[in-house]
C-alpha cells in the first residue's frame, strides 16, 4: 500500500500520504519476558484519511467527498466533508451509484466524471492489479467530486475516484477491477470507442514511462531499504509467538518469509510471472499484461512508434539540447497526422535504459517438439527418455499445441481419445551461460494433467498422483484451464546446464474414453538478472532517486509535424541525467507508445552573448531590524535587484527565479526592462514600502515565494530557453562581507564581476561564487533601485 499510494500520488491521483511509525507500549512491569511479550509490538503502518484535511494536503478545491463503505450504499453514511456550495443531500452520490450504467452516453459519462483522471487512476489499478470491487460494490475507494458545477452535470460536479484499502495488489486477488466507470465506458449498452481509445492511450503511457523494470524494480528497494532491519525485529516478534501473544502463523505469502522475499515476489509479478496462492501471473509479469490491454484491442490501429536521435552540439551542453524524430507512420495510411508532444525527465544517473532486454525465450510456444504416443512406455528404462542422450529420433514432429479436441489445437491427435492417455514430448534448447538468468520461468498450459523434466529433473508436477507414472496413467480429474500457468525456478543453475539442455513433458488426459479434449503448450523464459537489485534477491540500500514519470519539460501538443525540437536550457541542469521522449497521435485520437528514450548527462552551457544585459547587482538577505517598528519581522525587508546593463529593451516573460527563492516574472507586473533601468522583487510589497518609500513602487515585479537565509543559501536566475543567467551560493561567513549578515548592509557585486555573470560556469564558480568578488553596501538598508555608490 505504502508504494501503491506513493505511485498514485507520483501520477496526479490524490492518495493517502502513509508512513511507518513505532512506539512501545508500556503494558507490564518487565520490557521483555520472552520473545513475544513485552513493550514491543514491531512496526505501525499510518495512513491519511479522507476528510477535510485531505483536500487541502492534496491542494484539491473543497468539494464533497465520500469513502466507500461496503456494507451501505447511502451517501450521507458514507460522506466525509461537505461543501460549501455543494449539493446537501448525497444526490452527487446518488447519481453516479445509480445513473453512470453500461448504458450511459460518452456525453453523460464526460459531463460527470472527470475522465483523464480515472483513466490514470485505472491504469496504475491494472498494473498493480487494484481490482476488489465491482460495478455495484461500495468499497476500495473514494469519491471526490470537483467543484466544476455546470448544467449539463446538473450542479452535482466532476466525480474522481480516489484510491483505498489497496492491500490486495500485487499478486492474483480477488475480483476484475470493474468499477462503476469501467462498466460506463467498457459497457454493452452503448457506442463509446472514442473514451476506450482515450484509456488505451493512458495505459500505454503508463507502462512507457512507469511500469518500466528499471524504473519500478529500484522503486521497490528503495521503499524496502528503510525497514529492511526493523522487519526482521517484528517478523521475530510475530512468527510462532503463542496464540495468547498473537500472532500470524496464519498467514501465508512471500512477506511472511521476510522482506527480502517480499521484494523479489513483488518484482517477479510485474516483470517475471509467476503462481501465488489466488491463482498466477503470466510470462513477463504485468509488464506483459499491460502490453497485451494497450496494444490488443487497438493494435493495428496504433500509430508506429516513433525513433528518437540527438543532433544538438556534442557532449549535450544544456542550452543546445536538439533532437530529431522519424516520420510519422501510421498503419491506417497516409495523412493522418492529427500531434505530436516532446518530453524530458530526469532519471537517476545509473538508470539503465528500457532496451535492454528482460528476458531471453529458451523455447518458445508453439514451437516444434518431438513427441511419442502413449500406446507403450517410451523407453526401457524407467525415465531415460527425460534425459538428455535419449535418441528420440524416431519419434514424430510437430508444433504445440499437441492434442486434440480444441480449435487452437496445431499438431491434433484424432486417435487419442478412446486410444491412450498420455503423451510425451521432448525439446533440446541451448544455454550459454545458466548463471547470466536471474530465474527461469516456465509458462505452460494444459488439460488435463502434466509432468515437465528439465534435464532429468522435475520442475512441473500437476494433477496426476505419480512423478513415476506409467503410459497407461491418467489425470487425478478433469479440469479445464484456458489460460496459462506459471512456475518460476529461482536458481537456474541448478536445472540449466552450459550448452544444449533437454525439456521433457508427460501429458495426461482425465479418462480413455470419456474427455472431450486434452492438450499442451510451452514456453521457457529465462530473466535476465540485469539491475543490482535483482542480485541475490535482498534488499538494496538506495538513496532517493529520480522516476521518469515526473518530467521536467513537456511541450505543448503541436497539430504540425515538426521533425526537430530544442530543450529549454531552464528545465535541465548541467551534471544532472536526463531521457528525451516524442509520441505521435492520428485523427482517431490514438496516440503511439513514448519513442525510446534518449539518454544523456547534461553538460556545461556553450558561452552565451553576454549582451543579453539582465544582471543581478543587489542582494539584501538579513536586513536591519527596525526599533521604530517592532511588528514587522525585518525578513519582510528582503529583496533581489536587477539591472538591464544592455543596449535593448529586455523581454522578462521567460525569466525566473527556481532555486533560493521562486519567482516568474511571466506572473509579475514588470515584463520588459528597458536599458539602463532596474527590477526589484521583494519578500513583502507593503513591508518593503514602508521603509523604502511609496515611490519605490513602480520598479517591484512581485512578491517571491520563500526568504532569502541568513545563513546562505543558492539562488539561481534561469531564462527557460537559453540557461542559467546566475547561479551562485552566497554565505554569512568564509569571507563573505560580515556587514551584510544582520548589520542592515546589502550584497553588492563588484562591477568587475557583473558583466561576467551569464557567461558560463566557469564564470560563476569564479565570479559570483567568489566572496572576493562582493562587497557591502555602502549604507545601512542598501540601494535598490539604483546604483549603490562607492
Known sequence: EHINFHLFNKLGVPAPYSYYFHFRVVDGAEEAPDPWRGDFWGLGFAQESYDSDFLDAHGLEKGNLYKLINSTTDAKAQQRYQAPGAVMDGSDHDNIQRNLTAYSTAEFIRNHVRLDEWYVYHALCQAIRHYDYWPTANKNAAWYFEPVYTPPNSFLGLMWTLPWDTDATWGPTWNDGYDVVYNSVFGAGGARAELQTDYFNAVREIRDLLWQRDQIEPLIDEFAAPIAEFVEADRRRWLNAPSDAGNYNGLGGAGKNGIAALVRDMKNFAFVGGSWPGGSVGAGGRAAFLDSLADGAEGDSIPRTPTVTYVGEP???ANALRFQTSAF????GAYTFAAMKWRIAEVSPDTQGPAQPDSLTLVPDRASWRYLKGLTEPSATTGAWRQAGFDDSMWQTGPTPIGYGEAFIATTLGDMQGLYTTVYARKQFTVSDPAAFDNVLIDVQYDDGILVWINGRLVVHENVASAEPLHGATAESAIGISDSVSYLLADPTAYLVEGTNTIAVQLFNASLAGSSDCFFDLRL??????QESLQGGGVVETAARKYEIEAVWESAESMTFNPEVTIPAGAVRAGRTYRVRCRMKDNTGRWSHWSDPVQFEAGESLSVDS????????????????????????????FIELKNIGDEVLDLSDVSFVEGIAFDFRDGDITMLPPGEFVLIVRNREAFLSYYGSEMAALIAGQYEGKLANEGESIRLVDFWNGAIAEFAYDDADGWPAL?????HSLVPLPSAIPGQPVGANDYSTLLRDPANWRASTYIGGSPGMDDPL
Open 315 to 317: 557532449g549535450f551542453p
Open 740 to 744: 551584510a549578515d544582520g548589520a542592515g
Open 611 to 638: 549582451g543579453t544585459g539582465l544582471r543581478i547587482t543587489e542582494l539584501m538577505y538579513n536586513p536591519p531590524v527596525l526599533v521604530s517598528e517592532p511588528d514587522i519581522d525585518n525578513e519582510d525587508f528582503e
Open 329 to 332: 507512420s501510421d498503419p491506417q
Open 525 to 530: 523464459l529465462g530473466h535476465l538478472g540485469s
